[in-house]
């Protein structure tokens, strides 16, 4: 069995005893040769989802495959990399041993095993630590250890379960190279993190998870179409901004947005004016008239919403404008919203 | 790839119990007990320990050949002390963390990831940790084999049965605390309470032992009144006989003759009647304890036989009638003297009996049922892990 995506679910739920809702029907599509983000706040199920995929937990409703094979698969995972948050590494083995047992356990043949253990070791930067025992490492070090299990099986897929949990900053460049080169060759990456900033100069696609529903999934530039604008501010009082704006369209009431005549919305605030749009070619004729008005412009900037912004959005309750509740659910049920 | 996975987990549990101080301190002691099991020696005046004696009348090479000796001194203290208690003991204690250990958040999800059934991952940890076992009990029997040849002038390669005996007794331990650390996902409560379990099956050993002692003994009174009443009637036959011949009569108290057979016996023996009473309270009391130690075996066939898995090896180092020798030289057993009242667990002859009782005890009924009962405890533990999340 093929397909084009690496993870394709549908209705995916998970009840956990105490009717415990952590998932309610989960449709999430993940290309093959992407970086794909998964984000949410705490107990918004991301784990569970991950560990679904890697059959830890048993889903109580799924359809869907992982590299073409249906969920629980096993010998899938044979081309599958993990690295589970807050992994475990016995204390007693070496970085270089823990690299080469998850090898084998995967079914890695041991001559490839033992080169790809000291190339792996190169990559995360821990050759000169591949021979000291794991309990002597900091938190870092095992994080970049766990990455580096998580690659022996050369995997098609890799699921990483913050991987950048206590790296310090070089460490997460180097994270970051390394997932670049993940996706350079062809294989998949699904992250799930809260570090946003970080996510957005990596991943492709992003899917925000919230109170075990996928709230919004897609392209990054694709979710921020709607919300990329122009911000024009004047150098006049307010009023004289105000008469200057009216050159460009009648201003709306306090609060609302107003419609250009070339159809993008805009909206006023003292000097300031945000137009909706991504062309600068809309901006030019605008900007014109401005200035023909007499008006001088302070600032032109292009403001485009982050990832943190999407995220925040996400997890905002739009009708009380207040931040959604951590935490699985113990009443709503399946799709409900 | 299943060579390759479970030679990964082998590999990983002796990395493991090679990182423990437990595994060697084990492994020290095992070696010290061995040097005393060498420093130990028979001669024609008694036992000897390095350069000292200890002369004794019963364990001296009169008596006892070297090799019996070097095998009885394994089978009595190398086997069911050391082997089967105290390193037991600190082999639960290495090893009872082996479930909690595997399903320990942030272990587990790793190992669940791989591209192995959980059935054959729980299986192949478990095997792993009975290496320990294996490990200790080998280099044990390697330094008793060792020897009994150098020290006992006998090569006794069937020493070598230990080691999958004492993985079998143990194992059935170990199955008890993967189950417990599985449920629990504690290590403490896993040891404790597999130690626990392992007093119940002591107590019902013990029970079973005191009431095979007790059926065994009753069982040889009956015998001995049997035979004594037997002795008693064909004296009674006699006299009648006598009388008949002379022609003289029987008559009772009202000085009415006396015909019927049976009460002409009481009245040429009166303590015929005596002896009728107590073998019918020996059969009785004989009866109430084969009920009791039935019930005490029933109890025992479904739990591990830890007691007779263990005897096993001295079936095989000791034959029927070394153990004869043995216990005929410790207790002095002779028949008892049928007007002694001893209570049955004093009889001597009365151990003999039960260890040949117990060594009839087919192989197939105590390892049989004590495998059935850890297949039965393990699938459990393959059931809860094949069923749970982590």
């Known amino acids: ?337 | 790839m299943i060579i390759s996975q479970t030679l990964a987990m082998l590999i990983d549990a002796y990395r493991e119990l090679n990182a423990r101080k437990l595994f060697w301190i084990t492994m020290g002691l095992n070696v010290f007990v061995v040097v005393l099991y060498a420093s130990l020696g028979i001669n024609d005046k008694g036992v000897t320990f390095l350069h000292w004696q200890f002369e004794n009348d019963v364990f001296n090479t009169r008596f006892v050949s070297p090799e019996l000796f070097y095998k009885t001194q394994f089978v009595t203290w190398g086997i069911p002390v050391w082997l089967s208690w105290i390193a037991t003991i600190l082999a639960l204690v290495s090893t009872a963390g082996m479930a909690p250990d595997l399903i320990a958040a942030g272990a587990i999800e790793t190992m669940l990831s791989k591209p192995i059934g959980r059935v054959r991952l729980f299986l192949t940890k478990y095997t792993a940790g009975l290496l320990f076992v294996a490990l200790q009990v080998f280099i044990f029997s390697l330094g008793c084999v060792l020897v009994m040849w150098i020290r006992g002038g006998v090569l006794v390669p069937s020493l070598f049965l230990a080691v999958p005996i004492v993985l079998v007794f143990f194992s059935y331990l170990f199955a008890m605390c993967a189950l417990i650390g599985l449920v629990t996902r504690s290590t403490v409560a896993a040891l404790l309470l597999t130690i626990l379990f392992w007093f119940v099956v002591f107590l019902v050993n013990q029970a079973d032992d005191t009431l095979l002692l007790q059926r065994e003994g009753t069982a040889l009174r009956v015998e001995d009144l049997e035979t004594n009443l037997e002795q008693q009637r064909a004296l009674a036959q006699k006299r009648l006989q006598q009388l008949d011949e002379r022609g003289e009569t029987i008559r009772d108290t009202d000085d009415r003759e006396i015909t019927d057979p049976d009460q002409r016996m009481y009245a040429v023996n009166p303590a015929l009647r005596f002896s009728e009473t107590r073998l019918d309270d020996a059969r009785e009391s004989n009866e109430n304890w084969s009920d009791w130690s039935g019930r005490a075996t029933l109890i025992k066939t479904i739990l591990p036989k830890t007691q007779e898995t263990i005897a096993l090896l001295s079936r095989y180092m000791l034959n029927e009638n070394d153990i004869k020798t043995l216990l005929a030289q410790q207790t002095g057993a002779e028949p008892a003297d049928e007007q002694d009242e001893l209570p049955a667990l004093a009889d001597p002859r009365a151990p003999e009996r039960v260890e040949m009782v117990k060594r009839r005890r087919s192989v197939a009924w105590v390892l049989g049922t004590s495998l059935l009962y850890e297949g039965v405890l393990l699938g459990l533990c393959c059931l809860i892990f094949r069923r749970r999340d982590f």
Request: proline share 6%.
């Open chain 1, 1 to 337: 069995m093929s397909s084009q995506h690496a993870i394709e679910l549908h209705n995916v739920a998970k009840t956990y005893r105490g009717k415990v809702h952590a998932l309610r029907g989960v449709d999430m599509r993940v290309a093959r040769g992407e970086v794909f983000c998964l984000l949410g706040p705490n107990g918004a199920g991301k784990s569970t989802l991950v560990k679904i995929l890697m059959t830890v937990i048993r889903p109580s409703r799924c359809e869907g495959s992982v590299l073409g094979q249906r969920v629980g698969h096993k010998p899938t995972l044979a081309r599958v990399g993990y690295l589970p948050e807050h992994h475990q590494f016995p204390g007693y083995l070496t970085g270089a041993q823990v690299i080469d047992h998850f090898g084998a356990m995967c079914g890695v043949p041991r001559a490839a095993r033992k080169k790809r253990t000291g190339e792996l070791l190169e990559l995360v930067g821990m050759s000169d630590w591949g021979a000291k025992r794991m309990r002597a490492y900091s938190k870092g070090m095992r994080q970049r250890i766990g990455n580096a299990q998580a690659l022996i099986n050369d995997p098609e897929l890799v699921l990483l379960d913050e991987p950048t949990d206590g790296v310090d900053p070089v460490g997460r460049r180097d994270i970051r190279a390394i997932l670049t080169r993940l996706k350079d060759e062809g294989r998949t990456v699904f992250i799930n993190s809260h570090l946003l900033s970080e996510l957005e100069m990596v991943c492709d696609r992003v899917a925000i998870l919230v109170q075990g529903l996928v709230r919004s999934q897609g392209a990054i530039t694709d979710l921020t179409q709607d919300r990329r604008y122009y911000n024009i501010v004047l150098d006049a009082q307010p009023e004289q901004a105000t008469s200057a704006f009216a050159a460009l369209a009648p201003a709306p009431a306090p609060g609302e947005r107003g419609a250009l005549d070339s159809g993008e919305w805009f909206e006023v605030e003292g000097p300031a004016m945000r137009i909706g749009t991504d062309d600068p070619n809309r901006i030019k004729p605008l900007l014109s008239s401005l200035m023909a008005a007499g008006a001088t412009i302070r600032e032109l900037r292009h403001v485009r919403p982050s990832l943190e912004d999407l995220f925040m959005e996400a997890v905002t309750d739009p009708t009380t404008g207040q931040t959604l509740a951590p935490g699985a659910s113990k009443t709503r049920k399946g799709g409900a919203k």
